[in-house]
C-alpha cells in the first residue's frame, strides 16, 4: 500500500459541486447583497432570505469555510459579512458585479453539465434544445428581458479582459474599431473612454441595438462610439482598423469560425488588426483548465462548437491571409488573440 499519495486531491474535485452549488445558491438568494451594507446575524439573515433553520448555520458557516464570507462571534449573535471580494464581485449593487453569470451557471449550466457523459458520447449539446427544439440563443433573442440579462451576465464576466486589452493593446497606430457580436457595446465603450482618439462601432443582432444604443450615450464617450446592426454570417463586417471579436468565434464549429476570420479579413486595411477575446488554451493544452472546460461547456451548448489554442488560431488567420500573430495575455485565463493583415 502507497503511504506517499493522498486521495484529496480527488475527492475535492469529485464533490466539487457541492462548493459550487453553495455558491451558486447564496447568489440566488441575493446573500450577498443583503450583506452590502452592514454585517447579520444567522436569525436576521435566515428571515430575510426565507430560510429553513436546519440548514441555515451549515449553509453560512459552510460559506465562511470557503472563504466566501467571514464571521465575527458564533452562534445567534454571530455576525456575518462579506470578504473583500464577494462585496466587490457578488454585491448586485457594485459595478464589478459577476454574479450574472453565475446566476447564468444556476439557472442553466448546472443541470445541463450533469449530460456530460452524453454529450461526450454523442457529440450533442445538452441544454434546452433537448426539450424545445430551439437553441440556446434563438430562446434568448425571442424574450427582450432575459437577452438584456443575459448581456449583463456577460458583460460582468468580460469586463475585466476589455479593460486589460484596452491598457495593453498599442492602439496608437489605429482609428477605428468595429466590435463584431459586440453585444451591450461594452468593449467598445472602454476602448473609446480609455483612447479619446478611437471611433468605435459595435455591431449585433437588431435585438441588441437599443440595449447597445442607450450605454453608447454615456457622457465619457463623447458620442465616439455607435450602435450598429449585423448579422454576420448573411453579411460582410464594415471595414475598420481593428476588428476583435470578444467570446464570438468559440461559439461556432471550424468553417464557421473560417468564414468569420475571412470576413475580417477582407474588412481590414493592411496593417490592420483581427482580436478574437477568448479563453485561449495553452499551446500544449496542459495548463488553462478553464479555457479547456470552456470548450466541454461549448460542446454541451453547441455540439460542435470549440475553444482553441493560440497556434490554431494562428493557422487559420494565416490560412486567411494574415501575416503574423501575437497571444495577449488578459485577465485570468482570458487573452487576446491577434492577427495583423
Known amino acids: 500500500m502507497q503511504h506517499d499519495v493522498s486521495p484529496d486531491h480527488i475527492l475535492q474535485i469529485g464533490f466539487g459541486f457541492w462548493a459550487s452549488k453553495t455558491l451558486l445558491s447564496a447568489v440566488e438568494l441575493e446573500l450577498?447583497?443583503?450583506?452590502?451594507?452592514?454585517?447579520?446575524?444567522?436569525?436576521?439573515?435566515?428571515?430575510a432570505l426565507g430560510l429553513h433553520p436546519r440548514g441555515t448555520y451549515d449553509f453560512l458557516d459552510t460559506l465562511v469555510a470557503l472563504g466566501l464570507l467571514e464571521r465575527d462571534g458564533a452562534g445567534d449573535t454571530g455576525r456575518y459579512r462579506n470578504t473583500p471580494s464577494t462585496a466587490v464581485f457578488l454585491d448586485k449593487a457594485s459595478p464589478q458585479y459577476i454574479g450574472g453569470i453565475l446566476e447564468m451557471a444556476n439557472a442553466r449550466l448546472y443541470r445541463f453539465w450533469a449530460d456530460l457523459t452524453p454529450a461526450l458520447k454523442t457529440?450533442?449539446?445538452?441544454?434546452?434544445i433537448k426539450e424545445t427544439g430551439e437553441s440556446m440563443f434563438a430562446a434568448l433573442y425571442a424574450d427582450p428581458a432575459r437577452l438584456e440579462q443575459f448581456?449583463?451576465?456577460?458583460?460582468?464576466?468580460?469586463?475585466?479582459?476589455?479593460?486589460?486589452?484596452?491598457?495593453?493593446?498599442?492602439?496608437s497606430k489605429y482609428r477605428t474599431l468595429a466590435d463584431i457580436g459586440g453585444a451591450t457595446g461594452q468593449l467598445s465603450a472602454i476602448v473609446a473612454s480609455r483612447h479619446p482618439h478611437m471611433l468605435c462601432r459595435t455591431c449585433d443582432l437588431p435585438a441588441v441595438q437599443p440595449i447597445a444604443e442607450r450605454r453608447a450615450r454615456a457622457p465619457d464617450l463623447g458620442g465616439r462610439v455607435t450602435a450598429d446592426t449585423i448579422d454576420f454570417f448573411a453579411d460582410e463586417f464594415p471595414k475598420a482598423d481593428i476588428i476583435t471579436m470578444g467570446m464570438i468565434l468559440h461559439d461556432w464549429n471550424l468553417e464557421e469560425k473560417k468564414t468569420l476570420i475571412a470576413k475580417a479579413y477582407r474588412a481590414l486595411p493592411v496593417g490592420g488588426a483581427l482580436v478574437a477575446i477568448e479563453n485561449i488554451i495553452d499551446d500544449e493544452r496542459r495548463q488553462n483548465g478553464f479555457g479547456l472546460m470552456m470548450s466541454l461547456n461549448m460542446l454541451i451548448e453547441f455540439g460542435a462548437a470549440f475553444d482553441f489554442t493560440g497556434a490554431q488560431f494562428t493557422d487559420w488567420c494565416k490560412e486567411a491571409g494574415f501575416s503574423r500573430c501575437e497571444i495577449i495575455p488578459l485577465a485570468g485565463p482570458a487573452s487576446a488573440a491577434v492577427a495583423y493583415k
Open 32 to 47: 450577498f447583497s443583503r450583506l452590502a451594507d452592514e454585517p447579520k446575524t444567522a436569525p436576521e439573515l435566515q428571515a
Open 123 to 128: 457529440g450533442q449539446p445538452q441544454n434546452e
Open 151 to 171: 448581456m449583463d451576465a456577460m458583460s460582468g464576466i468580460s469586463m475585466g479582459n476589455f479593460m486589460a486589452f484596452a491598457e495593453k493593446f498599442d492602439f
